[in-house]
């Protein structure tokens, strides 16, 4: 399903969805659950196929989920759903198996996928697992190939971000510890620089 102002993104393209270092909200569902969680080590690693690598710990249920299906989704949340961010990092779904609930979580589903992603983004990365179990299990880093990608064209569009243009609400977040972000800053250019 494509909402008002979403639109696609081309898969040699979605690289640039990550390449500010945002905070990332992980979603996926397997045949008996549906979780999401928050990441903020999560980043571009190759161009074309297109794929993304995050760093999930071993205790989260939604990693569980992602190893049993085999799918994923990366999310880039805004300054608007600080309080839903934080909440979904801080509580553990395997404690609270009522945690989308209790967030606030609205979810949804693109058109021919199964994957469910968080209503309110601006981004949104949908990858089939690369399954490297060395990696996953020494270095909890998990590869993703990018099978489709989208953004609101209200921030995102002809491949950029347009931060500048846009309210407050609608910045990236970055994690830094304790429950502390910052929201994207100002634009600035280095081809504009003269001696």
Same mark, same amino acid.
């Given at each position: 399903?494509? #909402?008002?102002?979403?639109?696609?993104?081309?898969?040699? /393209?979605?690289?640039?969805?990550?390449?500010?270092? @945002?905070?990332? =909200?992980?979603?996926?569902?397997?045949?008996?659950?549906?979780?999401? &969680?928050?990441?903020?080590?999560?980043?571009?690693?190759?161009?074309?196929?297109?794929?993304?690598?995050?760093?999930?710990? /071993?205790?989260? #249920?939604?990693?569980?989920?992602?190893?049993?299906?085999?799918?994923?989704?990366?999310?880039? @949340?805004? !300054?608007?759903?600080?309080? &839903?961010?934080?909440?979904?990092?801080?509580?553990?779904?395997?404690?609270?198996?009522?945690? !989308?609930?209790?967030?606030?979580?609205? !979810? %949804? /589903?693109?058109? =021919?996928?199964?994957? @469910?992603?968080?209503?309110?983004?601006?981004?949104?990365?949908?990858? /089939?697992?690369?399954?490297? @179990?060395?990696?996953?299990?020494?270095?909890?880093? %998990?590869?993703?190939?990018?099978?489709?990608?989208?953004?609101?064209?209200?921030? %995102?569009?002809?491949?950029?971000? %347009?931060?500048?243009?846009?309210?407050?609400?609608?910045?990236?977040?970055?994690?830094?510890?304790?429950?502390?972000?910052?929201?994207?800053?100002?634009?600035?250019?280095?081809?504009?620089?003269?001696?």
């Amino acid at each position: 399903m494509l #909402k008002a102002h979403i639109r696609p993104v081309p898969l040699e /393209k979605s690289y640039r969805l990550l390449n500010h270092g @945002p905070t990332v =909200l992980v979603s996926a569902q397997d045949t008996h659950s549906t979780g999401v &969680m928050t990441a903020a080590w999560a980043c571009a690693l190759e161009f074309n196929p297109a794929k993304v690598t995050v760093v999930l710990d /071993k205790t989260t #249920k939604t990693r569980e989920i992602i190893e049993n299906s085999g799918y994923f989704a990366l999310q880039v @949340p805004t !300054l608007k759903q600080l309080k &839903m961010v934080y909440a979904l990092g801080m509580i553990s779904q395997r404690d609270a198996p009522e945690k !989308l609930r209790q967030c606030g979580v609205e !979810l %949804f /589903k693109f058109n =021919l996928s199964e994957i @469910p992603v968080v209503e309110g983004c601006s981004a949104w990365i949908l990858c /089939k697992l690369i399954p490297e @179990p060395h990696n996953q299990q020494t270095h909890d880093l %998990f590869i993703g190939e990018v099978i489709a990608a989208y953004a609101d064209d209200r921030v %995102f569009r002809d491949g950029h971000w %347009f931060y500048q243009d846009v309210a407050e609400e609608w910045k990236s977040l970055h994690h830094v510890a304790g429950g502390h972000f910052y929201t994207i800053g100002d634009p600035v250019s280095a081809t504009n620089l003269t001696d």
